[in-house]
């Protein structure tokens, strides 16, 4: 690893401030899990690393008032344990579950691996699922977006180098949202997805209602199924058309083809797991 | 240009200090600064779980965390378990079930266990397997990393 000068700040707002001081000669560094391997292997070393890790505002999950605020420095470790997930949103605690090992959840945090946009990360699905929303921080102010909007390409964000992703929220509309995730890689443990999917949704009459279907690892971003959303969207709860919306999932992806596995292989499996996690979701729904 | 730094971390129940390059790993700054070198590297990249450490109670690897971030931080490493002579319940398990061949991944091994039992009492072995998915062994296998684990697990209870 090339040398760096190393910071580390003991608030968000001095974190802000020398952020824009000092970009874009400027990387942060959270849980480091991927960020650190990315420095061993670069020679396009910043001149300057910033951690976050211990800033204390960037911690905590709790009940705000327009839902449930995450903060962007919560370990994927805290996010498996904590009650206020388990209540509102514990599609998020399996996720999390599937995320490295042990090892690597106790550092990581659930900011980083949003802005390290991977198309394989497997926060992403869940909350995109949950119409996820993140605070935003720069020197001019906080900024809220959704989370589709955060994602730009493979390891591009629209944050801008002088801000931080402080935050994030799920909306009220969506605590205890009925919601499955389900991640296929190539081993139980430490695997990268070949695809991840989640769905949400509420059932009203006997039919869907506010239904939400999203895959990762099989676009340049994670992606919400908006035509399979659609498809289903107010029809009444019937096992061919939960089959058929997984088919059209599959004309909204754009797989690669690797050595992991084919893109027909992995089209295959979006069929498979967005048909499976809307009946997980259905499962769970009260059927009123 | 470099940076240096003065850190203190505990290590195994003592302060230690000592002047780093911000650069350095965790790993490297026990292995290098502190001579620890029960603590091994194996992939570096937060793969192989050889450089597992138990911080502030926690199991991380000692390869994805700098010496700088864990100023002031608890570190257990696997020369924290025994005491002196007197192996850890964990390590008089591996060697009775011969929990190891050439012994790279051991420490990684035993620090993960020690973290795991410690916080639970009685554990399945598919709750073993789980807790040391990210420890890669190359020469046993790992049934008789389970099987030390679960016997471990019963003597930590009793004592």
Not at chain 1, 73 to 88: A, C, D, F, S
Not at chain 1, 175 to 192: D, H, I, S, T, V
Request: proline share 4%; charged share 25%; with cysteine.
């Amino acid at each position: 690893m090339r040398p760096f000068e190393f910071i580390k700040p003991d608030s968000e707002a001095s974190a802000i401030e020398l952020l824009g001081k000092l970009s874009p000669n400027v990387r942060i560094l959270a849980g480091g899990t991927d960020y650190l391997v990315d420095l061993k292997h670069t020679a396009d070393v910043p001149k300057t690393v910033m951690d976050i890790s211990r800033l204390p505002e960037l911690k905590g999950i709790d009940e705000v008032d327009d839902g449930l605020r995450i903060g962007a420095g919560v370990t994927h470790t805290e996010i498996m344990q904590n009650p206020l997930i388990k209540k509102y949103a514990p599609a998020m605690i399996h996720a999390a579950h599937t995320i490295g090992a042990v090892q690597t959840r106790n550092l990581g945090t659930i900011g980083g691996n949003l802005v390290t946009c991977v198309p394989s990360m497997d926060s992403g699905p869940t909350l995109v699922a949950l119409d996820a929303e993140v605070n935003i921080v720069g020197k001019d102010g906080t900024r809220r977006i959704s989370l589709t909007d955060l994602f730009v390409g493979p390891r591009k964000t629209s944050l801008k180098s002088n801000e931080l992703l402080t935050e994030i929220i799920i909306p009220k509309r969506s605590l205890g949202k009925p919601a499955n995730f389900y991640k296929f890689g190539l081993r139980k443990g430490q695997a990268l997805a070949l695809v991840n999917a989640a769905s949400s949704l509420w059932i009203k009459g006997g039919c869907f209602k506010d239904l939400r279907i999203s895959i990762g690892a099989v676009a340049p971003v994670v992606i919400r199924c908006l035509k399979a959303e659609k498809y289903l969207e107010g029809k009444k709860i019937d096992e061919k058309l939960v089959k058929e919306a997984g088919n059209i999932a599959v004309t909204e992806a754009k797989p690669i083809d690797d050595f992991r596995a084919s893109q027909s292989y992995r089209n295959d499996l979006i069929a498979v797991l967005v048909t499976r996690t809307i009946n997980a979701a259905i499962d769970l729904a009260d059927k009123d | 240009m470099a940076d240096n730094r003065e850190i203190t971390i505990k290590v195994n129940g003592k302060d230690m200090t000592t002047y780093v390059e911000t650069r350095l790993s965790l790993g490297d700054v026990l292995r290098e600064h502190f001579h620890l070198t029960g603590t091994h590297l194996g992939c570096e990249h937060g793969v192989c779980g050889a450089c597992t450490v138990v911080v502030d109670g926690e199991p991380i690897r000692s390869c994805l965390m700098l010496g700088v971030q864990a100023h002031g931080k608890e570190v257990t490493t696997v020369e924290g378990l025994s005491k002196g002579e007197d192996l850890h319940p964990i390590q008089e398990a591996f060697w009775k079930n011969h929990g190891l061949q050439c012994g790279y991944c051991t420490p990684g091994f035993l620090t993960t266990l020690f973290s795991f039992l410690e916080n639970n009492s009685d554990p399945t072995e598919r709750e073993i397997r789980e807790a040391i998915s990210g420890n890669i062994c190359r020469c046993t296998g790992y049934q008789n990393i389970v099987n030390a684990a679960l016997d471990a697990a019963k003597v930590m209870k009793g004592s």
